[in-house]
């Protein structure tokens, strides 16, 4: 692989990343002042899990677009990735930042509706990236679940 190709994976990755960073500001405050405070729910995991997790989905995505930028017509599939990777961080916002399970509970339907269909539209172009997307549906799906949950023990 050239250089070239090399350089614009590795850029894919760490946009990809910048979702998480810009949640992170706001989550790393959030942790020990607030959401340790809320009651949770019996099937959240150790908060410890969360990095780990992340960083691998946000890898397999960047990795997924990468190899959607490499085919032609891919301009509105990368368009949907950037949109569901931009709401992948305002729920940072909305659920650490503005301490509001509910709305970022809305939010999350949303996202995990842009995921599907970006899902959908990176299978037309390439099948393994639409398989290294699905980690993050499911995830997502675990994490909508939990929003939910959080939001009602806590009103």
Known sequence: ????????????????????????????????????????????????????VWLTLYTMMGIAAFLVWRKKKSKFALNLYWGQLSLNAIWSILFFGLKSPGVAFLEIIFLWLMIVITTLKFLELDKRAAWLMIPYILWVSFAAMLNFSFWILNP
């Not at 990809?16 to 989550?27: D, E, K, P, Y």
């Not at 809320?38 to 969360?50: I, K, T």
């Open 1 to 52: 692989m050239e250089i070239k190709i090399v350089l614009v994976l590795i850029a894919f990755i760490l946009v990809s990343h910048l979702a998480g960073v810009i949640g992170s500001v706001f989550t790393f405050e959030a942790i020990p002042n607030w959401y340790s405070t809320l009651e949770r729910p019996s099937f959240a995991p150790p908060n410890f899990l969360f990095g780990p």
